[in-house]
């Protein structure tokens, strides 16, 4: 079982940054890959970024240039920074993990809970 578990959303303006963090809960596992995405009312959820064992980030256009992604290992978090944000980042935030149990090595994949963002004009 794998628990993650986000922190950081909360109201922000226009152009301001915000930190997100995620924190994982998971004994007996090793993180592939950490990603966040984010869903707004109405819309599917969306895949920002993901940040892979070796450091090596990808994001979506949409957010390129505004979110810098991070991983402490041997914490095992992940946190993302997003700046210059805008009314239209107003969603929900979550963390994502793709893991490889250390005793099967079967591959699964992991949600948080989730946490509000929203970007006020």
């Known amino acids: 079982q794998v628990r993650l578990v986000e922190s950081g959303g909360g109201l922000v303006q226009a152009g301001g940054s915000l930190r997100l963090s995620c924190a994982a809960s998971?004994?007996?596992?090793?993180?592939?890959?950490f990603g966040w995405y984010r869903q707004a009312p109405g819309k599917q959820r969306e895949l920002l970024a993901t940040i892979d064992s070796g450091g090596r980030t990808k994001s979506a256009d949409s957010v390129k240039g505004r979110f810098a992604m991070s991983r402490d290992d041997a914490q095992d978090t992940a946190s993302v920074e997003i700046f210059r944000l805008k009314p239209e980042d107003t969603a929900v935030y979550y963390c994502?993990?793709?893991?490889?149990?250390?005793?099967?090595?079967?591959?699964?994949?992991?949600w948080g809970q989730g946490t509000q963002v929203t970007v006020s004009s």
């Open positions: 994502n993990a793709v893991v490889r149990s250390t005793f099967s090595s079967e591959i699964t994949e992991w």
């Open positions: 998971a004994n007996g596992f090793s993180i592939v890959t």
